[in-house]
């Protein structure tokens, strides 16, 4: 097992933001938490300090750090990692063993949608976090599927499906049902996302093309 953090340390992980898990402290007790895999380092410029998923368990008293964990995502790539992906909707149900319990999905969602308005804020020439990133537009699929799953839509057979296309800069996005592509259309749209309603041949299935907007 980890050594468990110091109570100097519990009270940064527990001044934390808690919704995008930013940390204030000394750049001994920061670099401490880093090396118990706590937090991460922001890459870019202020290079801000920011929890793992483990150390956001640690803050709400979860429970204490597993040794294996590795760091989590940081806003700079906020869903390519092994720890967090957004759902495409295309995703295998899981066994009940390996099930994530609701609340810590939607914590983990919270903490990656953060990352990435983050992102936006620190990497668009304007500073804007309405408007998608550079990031977004090398990462389709993954960045409509965190903006649906933010927004609350549910993915799956029952919900939506996110997919390539052959159009630059555009994903498909489908739902069972109309009124459930209504409301992916609504959340992509509030997300910063270009969308249009299309029609599939021959049957005439509706679905969405979604691009990130630009201005």
């Not at 597993?66 to 295998?92: D, I, N």
């Not at 630059?168 to 109309?178: C, F, H, K, S, Y």
Request: aromatic fraction near 4%; proline fraction near 13%.
């Amino acid at each position: 097992m980890t050594k468990p953090p110091t109570a100097a340390q519990r009270r940064v992980i527990e001044a934390a933001d808690p919704a995008t898990g930013r940390l204030t402290g000394s750049e001994a007790q920061l670099a401490g938490l880093v090396r118990h895999r706590l937090a991460f380092r922001h890459p870019r410029p202020p290079h801000a300090y920011f929890l793992t998923p483990t150390g956001h368990r640690i803050r709400e008293g979860a429970q204490d750090p597993p040794a294996a964990e590795a760091p989590g995502p940081p806003p700079a790539a906020p869903v390519a990692s092994g720890l967090f992906a957004a759902r495409t909707g295309a995703e295998p149900e899981p066994s009940p063993g390996a099930a994530v319990r609701p609340e810590a999905r939607a914590r983990d969602v919270r903490s990656a949608w953060e990352g990435l308005l983050e992102m936006r804020r620190m990497t668009n020439p304007d500073g804007a976090r309405g408007r998608p990133c550079a990031w977004e537009r090398t990462h389709l699929v993954q960045a409509a599927a965190l903006a649906l799953e933010a927004a609350g839509c549910p993915p799956g057979p029952d919900g939506y499906r996110v997919g390539e296309t052959p159009q630059p800069e555009a994903v498909a996005v489908r739902d069972a049902a109309a009124e459930g592509l209504r409301a992916c259309a609504t959340a992509l749209e509030a997300a910063g996302w270009q969308v249009s309603e299309h029609a599939e041949r021959p049957h005439g299935t509706r679905y969405l093309l979604a691009s990130p907007r630009r201005n």
